[in-house]
């Protein structure tokens, strides 16, 4: 038996290929490569843009960051932050998911766009929206369960106000997916595990989180890196307060750099932001059983 011989690429196809990956390339190095570097540096200097400031202070900037309060308070509010809504986007996403892929669901067409739809609507806009809802005066939230909390200038409600906000915004995506992965896995282990005499739990527990765990380890950890880069809503909603209680970590950044022109510091808290994903992502993956 010959094996056949795979043709040779011809000239414009050599030429397409290196035209493509130098355009790759070339990207790469102006909006990943590059900046990435001027932070590095710029996290070892005294970077004021508008007086053209660049002075050498070695580690002064990673001194400062770790003697400063409000970065501990806004590392402290981005790890709560992000964990507690990363756990509901999880349990509220596989939920739903679950119910809809029921055969006893109607409507899932249905049920499937209403979920999403949050989820596709310009997070700006979802802000205001609840920043009108979260209205002491007029809000639909205190009118309707007869409450009376001035939610996001109350330093213990401000930052639950965010995650309520944030959870409902996201988890219809992870309702996609989880439903995605429901409906590729095989049949024929749900049929082995019914002739075994398995429940309802036991067949959840045994079979189906097993084999979602690929799908739930993908949205545990881009939700970690989306909500570790989190300031959208604090920027909207509630400008870091009251005092700092909704202060985080990438606010912060935002906060040192485009407002204080503090951007050797900004540089220095966004390294250890990025560690921070680093380290989050990491222990994303031994949660859930996967090797890197």
Same mark, same amino acid.
């Given at each position: 038996?010959?094996?056949?011989?795979?043709?040779?690429?011809?000239?414009?196809?050599?030429?397409?290929?290196?035209?493509?990956?130098?355009?790759?390339?070339?990207?790469?190095?102006?909006?990943?490569?590059? +900046?990435?570097?001027?932070?590095?540096?710029?996290?070892?200097?005294?970077?004021?843009?508008?007086?053209?400031?660049?002075?050498?202070?070695?580690?002064?900037?990673?001194?400062?960051?770790?003697?400063?309060?409000?970065?501990?308070?806004?590392?402290?509010?981005?790890?709560?932050?992000?964990?507690? #809504?990363?756990?509901?986007? #999880?349990?509220?996403?596989?939920?739903?998911?679950?119910?809809?892929?029921? =055969?006893?669901?109607?409507?899932?067409?249905?049920?499937?766009?209403?979920?999403?739809?949050? $989820?596709?609507? +310009?997070?700006?806009?979802?802000?205001?929206?609840?920043?009108?809802? !979260?209205? +002491?005066?007029?809000?639909?939230?205190?009118?309707?369960?007869?409450?009376?909390?001035?939610?996001?200038?109350?330093?213990?409600?401000?930052?639950?106000?965010?995650?309520?906000?944030?959870?409902?915004?996201?988890? /219809?995506?992870?309702?996609?997916?989880?439903?995605?992965?429901?409906?590729?896995?095989?049949?024929?282990? !749900?049929?082995?595990?019914?002739?075994?005499?398995?429940? @309802?739990?036991? $067949?959840?527990?045994?079979?189906?989180? +097993?084999?979602?765990?690929? $799908?739930?380890?993908?949205? #545990? #950890?881009?939700?970690?890196?989306?909500?570790?880069?989190?300031?959208?809503?604090?920027?909207?909603?509630?400008? /870091? /307060?009251?005092?700092?209680?909704?202060?985080?970590?990438?606010?912060?950044?935002?906060?040192?750099?485009? =407002?204080?022109?503090?951007?050797? !510091? @900004?540089?220095?808290?966004?390294?250890?932001?990025?560690?921070?994903? @680093?380290?989050?992502?990491?222990?994303?993956?031994?949660?859930?059983?996967?090797?890197?």
């Amino acid at each position: 038996m010959f094996w056949k011989r795979r043709p040779l690429q011809s000239k414009s196809e050599v030429w397409m290929r290196n035209l493509v990956m130098g355009f790759l390339i070339l990207y790469m190095t102006i909006f990943l490569v590059i +900046p990435v570097i001027m932070v590095v540096a710029g996290s070892f200097h005294q970077w004021n843009p508008l007086n053209q400031t660049y002075n050498w202070l070695g580690v002064d900037n990673y001194i400062r960051m770790f003697s400063y309060p409000t970065f501990w308070q806004s590392m402290i509010n981005t790890v709560v932050f992000c964990v507690v #809504v990363v756990v509901f986007r #999880v349990v509220l996403g596989l939920a739903i998911a679950y119910a809809l892929n029921s =055969k006893m669901t109607k409507h899932k067409t249905f049920f499937r766009t209403v979920f999403y739809m949050p $989820t596709v609507t +310009p997070l700006v806009a979802v802000a205001y929206v609840w920043m009108i809802m !979260y209205n +002491p005066q007029f809000g639909l939230i205190d009118k309707i369960f007869g409450l009376d909390i001035n939610w996001l200038y109350d330093s213990k409600f401000a930052l639950p106000s965010l995650m309520i906000m944030t959870i409902w915004k996201d988890f /219809g995506y992870a309702v996609i997916l989880f439903l995605s992965g429901l409906l590729s896995l095989p049949a024929d282990c !749900y049929e082995s595990a019914s002739i075994d005499g398995a429940n @309802a739990w036991q $067949t959840f527990r045994y079979i189906t989180l +097993p084999l979602l765990k690929p $799908t739930m380890l993908f949205v #545990v #950890v881009t939700s970690i890196i989306s909500y570790l880069q989190a300031y959208v809503p604090v920027l909207v909603m509630t400008k /870091g /307060g009251p005092g700092t209680s909704t202060y985080l970590s990438s606010y912060l950044v935002y906060d040192q750099a485009f =407002k204080q022109y503090n951007f050797g !510091y @900004a540089s220095a808290i966004s390294l250890f932001i990025l560690v921070l994903t @680093a380290i989050f992502t990491v222990i994303s993956f031994k949660v859930t059983g996967e090797k890197n």
